[in-house]
């Protein structure tokens, strides 16, 4: 009996469909991977969404579907995009990281003090800010696995350290940005901003490391039930562990890329954007089991894009901000309850 | 299995005598920890000891240990609120624009915030058994509808303000009470929550509670209804977060943060207190003590003078190993 662990019932009903008697072609595993894939009914969402904002803001006379709007909301999603990416393999892994907006913030500060207004400190900002990342990671991954403090509570402590180490040191913000490494956050190659890029390599490495290697599946494996993965031979501590470092990493690249945007480190950057929650929602906006092993980044990527389009038209239409809440709200809950309702069927 | 905790599936203990050391066992490391914390407040300030002091730090622990007991029934079941901190300030910021200095109205507008608690958590419940949202996002949802809902009626900032008598039950108490001098209202209601709590979770509803929490389809197969149980939860919280919203509202007055991260502290104070996130294990009483474990470790820190920044860090770093401490001692229970 297991004591510590929570069961996990909800985190077996992904990839089983049953062995068809006829030949399968080609183009039947890719309908059934398609239809199965827990991205679908998000994109179908982002989709819906999409025509409804559309629609919604045409009538009001804004402009909606043009070249430098969708730029704008792609850009717009570059941070929490980033951040997502790193929440979702945390996710997968049946953890979940609430540390990520402090440790933004502190990595924004250390950005801009490592670099000091120098471009020639680029490569040791960087590498300080994502050793930082493998830090938090490795600390929160073996609190977690090592000392057996459940995930919420273990990274709500890391969260609270972290705060504590940010406010006793700054107050405002610090340091500065090299005007080569603020290319980043305003460049564009033609019309896409180099952000982009950014945002599409991190989610195109994390997409490899869980479709083609061993950790992926294994990360699969011990989200979906870690007893059974550890009886099976996998160290399950080193993959929870992994998932952590990679989930703080990803917030530390968001660090980096707030700074270049903002041109200095700012303390209460991550926590602003409320990236903590906000990168929880986009996980499980984009169809991925809150209680680990079912899901992936492609789907998050377009849970960000609804809360993209969401924030885009809201702006647009010059909602209030505080009805804004209340719509997010409604709408967090209601796809989680379609999704719900959904694997449900399936089952 | 461990020691910690009478459920529906454990061949019942015979002897009372056997039954007070389980008790004991279980809840034991909490309240050690809770008077350690307390004598060294004692030693930093000796006026602690004298009843004024001891009842003024119970008054400012109450809204949170109101709190941790509501929270409690939820994780005990196995889900979480984190709506709480946001009804807070939904009860403090709809009173002042209510109440509006009005002595007349408190009474009305309290029943009215309690219908509000009850509510929200009846549509928490609804919302994470019925239509199966893990209740992570359900309450994470109600935060962000609940905080946007009442700043969009106010107009961005609390409007109005809350008359004496409503300010009184988070502030004074029965006066001139023997050997207290000032029995505080919030202490009242705060004993009288924790021993419902305790005998709420004695009875049939808590077996069940617990039962439903430690293992969801053996309660179900046994005849619980195991929605039904997880809706009460969630109402109990939702209770227990207007009730401590009407007692913050009086001690601290009215202000858009009064709510904030207040889901977290009670979350913290529950699982401090011993209770395992997950459900089945733990009692309401350790609970509480956390939340006064947790309390009494602001006191102490700001006693000690820490900086107000690095008290999150401090912070952290004893909430984790408390439960890493609490981990350890379950393993080798086991």
């Keep these: 009996m297991s004591v510590s662990e929570p069961t996990k019932a909800a985190g077996t009903g992904g990839g089983d469909a049953p062995a068809t008697p006829r030949r399968r072609s080609a183009w039947d ?5 398609i239809t199965n894939s827990p991205a679908t009914p998000v994109y179908a969402a982002l989709l819906g969404v999409f025509i409804i904002a559309w629609i919604v803001v045409t009538i009001d006379g804004g402009t ?3 070249v430098s709007n969708i730029v704008n909301m792609l850009q717009r999603s570059v941070a929490l995009g980033i951040v997502s990416a790193g929440q979702t393999v945390a996710i997968l892994a049946g953890s979940l990281d609430l540390s990520v907006a402090f440790l933004i913030s502190l990595s924004s500060l250390v950005t801009a003090e490592v670099m000091d207004g120098s471009d020639a400190n680029i490569v040791p900002a960087v590498l300080a800010v994502l050793a930082l990342g493998v830090v938090v990671g490795l600390g929160n991954g073996l609190i977690i696995t090592k000392l057996r403090v459940n995930a919420f509570i273990a990274t709500l402590g890391t969260a609270l350290i972290l705060q504590g180490l940010i406010q006793n040191r700054y107050d405002g913000p610090a340091g500065s940005i090299g005007e080569g490494f603020e290319q980043l956050g305003y460049t564009r190659f033609g019309i896409i901003p180099a952000s982009v890029f950014l945002l599409v390599a991190v989610v195109a490495l994390v997409y490899f490391l869980l479709r083609w290697t061993r950790f992926g599946f294994r990360l699969y494996a011990v989200g979906g039930d870690e007893e059974v993965s550890r009886l099976s031979g996998v160290r399950t501590h080193r993959v929870i562990i992994a998932a952590h470092v990679v989930c703080s990493v990803c917030a530390a690249i968001t660090g980096l890329f707030l700074a270049s945007r903002l041109g200095a480190g700012t303390p ?3 926590t602003d954007g409320g990236y903590d929650l906000e990168s929880i929602a986009a996980v499980v906006l984009g169809g991925t089991a809150l209680a680990g092993g079912r899901g992936g980044v492609l789907g998050t990527i377009g849970g960000v894009f ?10 647009q239409l010059e909602v209030n901000a505080f009805l804004k809440d209340v719509v997010r709200g409604v709408i967090i809950i209601a796809a989680v309850a379609v999704y719900a309702r959904r694997s449900e069927r399936r089952a | 299995m461990s020691a910690t905790t009478p459920d529906a599936f454990e061949t019942p203990v015979t002897s009372r005598s056997e039954r007070v050391r389980k008790a004991l ?4 490391p909490i309240f050690i920890v809770l008077f350690i914390l307390l004598a060294l407040i004692a030693i930093e300030n000796p006026n602690f000891l004298e009843p004024p002091g001891f009842l003024a730090f119970l008054k400012r622990a109450a809204p949170l240990a109101i709190l941790a007991a509501g929270q409690y029934f939820v994780i005990v079941s196995g889900e979480f609120d984190l709506s709480v901190g946001s009804i807070v300030t939904v009860v403090v910021v709809v009173a002042a624009r209510l109440i509006d200095d009005d002595p007349s109205k408190t009474w009305p507008i309290i029943a009215l915030l309690l219908a509000i608690g009850a509510t929200v958590g009846v549509t928490n419940g609804l919302i ?8 992570f996002i359900t309450t994470l949802g109600m935060l962000l509808i609940l905080s946007g809902a009442v700043f969009w009626w106010t107009g961005g900032a609390p409007r109005g ?6 300010r009184e039950i988070g502030r004074l108490g029965i006066q001139d009470f023997p050997v207290l001098e000032q029995l505080p209202w919030s202490v009242v209601i705060l004993l009288v929550i924790g021993i419902g709590a305790i005998l709420l979770m004695r009875a049939s509803f808590g077996r069940r509670l617990m039962a439903v929490g430690d293992n969801e389809s053996a309660a179900r197969l046994s005849g619980v209804k195991v929605e039904n149980m997880r809706t009460i939860a969630f109402v109990l919280s939702g209770l227990s977060a207007a009730v401590a919203g009407i007692l913050l509202g009086g001690f601290a007055g009215v202000s858009a943060q009064v709510g904030q991260g207040l889901e977290f502290q009670a979350i913290t104070a529950v699982v401090l207190g011993g209770v395992v996130l997950g459900g089945g294990r733990g009692t309401v009483l350790a609970a509480m003590a956390g939340a006064l474990t947790l309390e009494a470790l602001f006191t102490l820190l700001n006693l000690y ?3 107000g920044a690095l008290e999150d860090t401090v912070q952290g770093i004893i909430i984790i190993a408390a439960v890493a401490f609490a981990s350890y001692r379950l393993r080798g229970a086991r």
């Design chain 2, 161 to 166: 303000a809350l008359p004496d008598n409503f």
């Design chain 2, 128 to 135: 994470t058994t019925r239509l199966k949202v893990p209740s």
């Design chain 1, 29 to 33: 595993d890719r309908k059934e991977a």
């Design chain 2, 25 to 28: 066992v279980g809840t034991a």
């Design chain 2, 305 to 307: 003078g820490v900086s």
């Design chain 1, 306 to 315: 609804i809360l993209a389009v969401l924030d885009n038209t809201f702006n």
């Design chain 1, 64 to 66: 909606f579907l043009t």
């Design chain 1, 268 to 270: 209460t950057v991550g």
